[in-house]
């Protein structure tokens, strides 16, 4: 089974500053998909980023982009530019490529993200 | 984007009531819808996997008969909490995809259950 990872149960930064956080996750499969989920206070979850194994250039969208290390089993997502509204819960998902899985996603525990003004 | 609608978005009822959750895909065939169950300050925890027309699949520790859930059609599934009790009292999210390639899963906005 696979494992996602987030060792840092919350991040402080300042607006307009940047901040990284980081997601590990352990698979024994060669093609899956990664994703960034942001659920703010009203516990919606809303899709940052999503980044394809296969792909070695990494996924950007706008003040969002990742770091997609595949020997490395790491996934780190960058914010840029940090928004009073980018305040949430981040939470990093593996979903495998199989399609015995369903396409369930298997979620880290989540980093809280707090932007100060 | 896909729209996914998920009613009610907050249930308080006595204990040994029945609940019934619905997610909607409203403008999206969902050939499987997820739920999940979300404790304060944590992670989602999957549920179950719901397959249109066929019988959910449950994860380990999950009780059955307590969650019955329900995919009649490729829009609609339903969650029901059966005979729920305080330890029941949680946020609960449906999530809905379309089968293969990248698709992402799309969220419902979640319902808050509390049981008295």
């Known amino acids: 089974a696979q494992t996602v990872t987030q060792s840092q149960p919350e991040m402080s930064v300042q607006e307009a500053e940047t901040v990284t956080l980081s997601c590990t996750y352990d698979?024994?499969?060669?093609?899956?998909?990664l994703f960034w989920y942001k659920q703010p206070p009203s516990r919606q979850m809303i899709l940052v980023i999503r980044?394809?194994?296969?792909?070695?250039q990494n996924a950007t969208e706008n003040r969002f982009s990742v770091n997609f290390q595949k020997a490395a089993k790491s996934f780190s997502l960058k914010i840029s530019d940090s928004q009073l509204g980018d305040a949430a819960m981040y939470f990093c998902?593996?979903?495998?490529?199989?399609?015995?899985?369903?396409?369930?996603?298997?979620f880290g525990a989540g980093t809280q993200v707090v932007v100060t003004p | 984007g896909a729209v996914v609608s998920q009613h009610p978005s907050r249930v308080i009822c006595k204990s040994g009531t029945s609940v019934k959750i619905e997610c909607r895909s409203l403008?999206?065939?969902?050939?499987?819808m997820f739920w999940y169950r979300q404790f304060p300050k944590q992670s989602l925890m999957l549920m179950a996997t719901?397959?249109?027309?066929?019988?959910?699949?449950?994860e380990q520790g999950v009780e059955k008969d307590k969650f019955l859930i329900n995919h009649a059609s490729l829009t609609l599934s339903t969650l029901t909490v059966t005979s729920a009790h305080p330890e029941d009292s949680s946020f609960y999210i449906c999530?809905?995809?379309?089968?293969?390639?990248?698709?992402?899963?799309?969220f419902g906005d979640g319902t808050r259950l509390s049981i008295l």
């Open positions: 999530s809905a995809s379309v089968r293969g390639g990248n698709q992402p899963q799309h």
């Open positions: 698979t024994s499969e060669s093609d899956y998909y």
């Open positions: 980044q394809e194994a296969y792909k070695q």
């Open positions: 998902a593996y979903r495998s490529a199989t399609t015995d899985s369903w396409g369930k996603l298997q």
């Open positions: 403008d999206f065939q969902a050939t499987t």
């Open positions: 719901s397959n249109e027309g066929s019988k959910a699949t449950y």
